[in-house]
Structures are given as C-alpha cells and as structure tokens.
C-alpha cells in the first residue's frame, strides 16, 4: 500500500530556530500533500495544502511568513516553522493525495507525523 | 465551514462488549468519510472510508454507517479487544481536504 514518511518523527529546538519537517511519499506520486497540526487533546487541523509546483494554500490563522512549505517535487514537501516559539510545539502530520495514472484518488495517506518541542 | 463533532468524547468498556462511535457533521454535501485510529504520539491508520454514494462499509470486525440526510456516521466496534484501545476519528472529505472530528479517547478494559 502507499506509504508516507515523516522526517523527523521528534524534534527539540530552542526557541527563535528554524525547524524544517519532511514529508515524503515513498512508493506513489502525490500532486497535492496537506500540513495538519494537533495539540494535545485536541483533533488535527488543516494548516495548508500543498499543490507540486506552486504556493501553497494556507487555512485561516495560519501565518504563511511562519510556516513556510515548499512542494517542489511529487514525492516531497517540506514544512518549515520559522522563528519557533514555544507555543508552535505540537504535533504535524502530513497526508498525500496520490495520484495513479493522472487520476487523483480518493484516499489520503498520512505519515507519522512529527513532533516538535519548542524549549 | 464544515464542522464534525465526535460524542462521546470518551467510552470505557469491559473485554467483548459490541459498541457504537457517533460522528456528526453540519454540511451534507461531502464527498466521503472516513474513520481512523491514532494510538498515542502516533499518526493516523485509516480503518474505512465510506463514499458519499455509499451507506456502510465493513472491515473485520469494524462497520461503519453514513447517512448524509442526517448528517451522522457511526462505527461499530464488534467483539471489542484491548488492543482496539486508541483514539477513533472521523474526518469528512470534501475534495481533497478532510475535516476532522475531535475524537472519540476508546478504553478497552481486559
């Protein structure tokens, strides 16, 4: 089946550093990926939704300056959370929308997801 | 904007008890559902996805309803196994973007 990974899977940074997380789809071509973030206890919420080969599209809130994404090929997109603080510890999950002979499926893969502690 | 609710928030139950996680959501017009299962610190399993067309969909020992006039989905958790212990959510797809339930937190007590 498709798989999606995440790298890392657990990231600490001090706060004011740039963390760039990595979402790749290891076995399908995905045209479109989509960023989520969870805080504990709570359900996952859209951040973006990366289209391959231009900007992204981000949800309302969300501060495109801060979490810079990049979808420059089909198998990868990179989330980038600048100037991190605190309170942007969470954890991000990815999902890919595979794409099988130019027909985008249904179905969404997600990856592990990564979880960032901003100290 | 679409918004899904999951009650309960979360369910305790004894080793072999059958039960029920309700989904609801507040536009009809989806394009599917879909359950998943997040253990904890962990990304998300899918379990069934449900097309708009569809009623239910069945895997093992899971079944999964919709009736989008209504606006619900339900899954039914059969036999129910301490390892099916996690966190269930249900996301509704409208195009490519899914919104998520808040989750239902599953104990199954040995």
């Known amino acids: 089946g498709a798989v999606v990974s995440q790298h890392p899977s657990w990231v600490i940074c001090k706060s004011g550093t740039s963390v760039k997380i990595e979402c790749r789809s290891l076995d399908f071509q995905a045209t479109t990926m989509f960023w989520y973030r969870q805080f504990p206890k709570q359900s996952l919420m859209l951040m973006a939704t990366?289209?391959?080969?231009?900007?992204?599209?981000?949800e309302q809130g969300v501060e495109k300056d801060k979490f810079l994404i990049n979808h420059a090929s089909l198998t990868l997109s990179t989330l980038t959370v600048t100037s991190a603080h605190p309170e942007d510890s969470s954890f991000y999950i990815c999902?890919?929308?595979?794409?099988?002979?130019?027909?985008?499926?249904?179905?969404?893969?997600f990856g592990p997801g990564t979880r960032l502690t901003v100290l | 904007k679409q918004e899904v609710t999951q009650i309960p928030a979360a369910l305790s139950v004894p080793e072999g008890e059958n039960l029920v996680l309700n989904c609801s959501f507040t536009?009809?017009?989806?394009?599917?559902l879909q359950w998943f299962r997040q253990d904890p610190g962990k990304g998300l399993t899918s379990l069934l996805l449900?097309?708009?067309?569809?009623r239910e969909q069945t895997s093992g020992r899971l079944n999964a309803s919709l009736d989008k006039s209504s606006g619900r989905s339900t899954l039914y958790i059969a036999a129910s196994q301490p390892g099916d212990s996690a966190t269930y959510l249900c996301a509704v797809g409208e195009g490519n973007q899914f919104y998520f339930g808040t989750g239902t937190s599953l104990t199954v007590i040995p």
């Open positions: 536009d009809s017009a989806i394009y599917n």
């Open positions: 990366s289209n391959e080969g231009s900007k992204a599209t981000y």
């Open positions: 449900i097309q708009s067309s569809q």
């Open positions: 999902s890919a929308s595979a794409t099988y002979s130019g027909r985008i499926t249904d179905t969404q893969y």
